[in-house]
């Protein structure tokens, strides 16, 4: 059995994590206000550029987009998984794996808190 204050401790770590993704979503990204969890990637727009090469401009500003696009997918899905294994907890079902409904060893809960298969499952 898991004990709650080991709960309580995943808990806190996950909220943490929670922030920092957020955070990181926040630097170039949008939270889509009607799609909840789900965040656009803004085209970056620059201030100052006219005199310069609009062409040569035009072409950083794709690159940068096209290169944020897989990252802003993959903190997408983290926040996602963080915040479905906070509602586990929520609901008392911190730690079972959402396949085999077994427990999911302790260490591995340690080292990835957001974990919500047991290791036999992921793989
Ligand atoms: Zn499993």
Not at 57 to 69: C, G, H, I, N
Not at 81 to 109: A, M, S, W
Request: proline fraction near 3%; aromatic fraction near 6%; include cysteine.
């Amino acid at each position: 059995m898991i004990s709650k204050k080991f709960v309580q401790q995943q808990k806190e770590k996950l909220e943490k994590e929670k922030e920092a993704v957020r955070e990181q979503l926040k630097s170039f990204a949008t939270e889509d206000p009607k799609l909840k969890g789900d965040w656009d990637t803004r085209f970056p727009k620059r201030n100052g550029g006219v005199g310069g090469s609009a062409m040569e401009d035009a072409t950083d500003q794709v690159e940068e987009y096209v290169t944020s696009l897989p990252i802003e997918h993959s903190l997408e899905i983290k926040l996602r998984d963080v915040n479905l294994v906070l509602e586990k907890i929520e609901k008392g079902k911190y730690g079972t794996c959402e396949n085999c409904k077994q427990k999911i060893n302790e260490k591995r809960l340690k080292v990835n808190p957001s974990a919500r298969f047991c290791i036999k499952c992921q793989k």
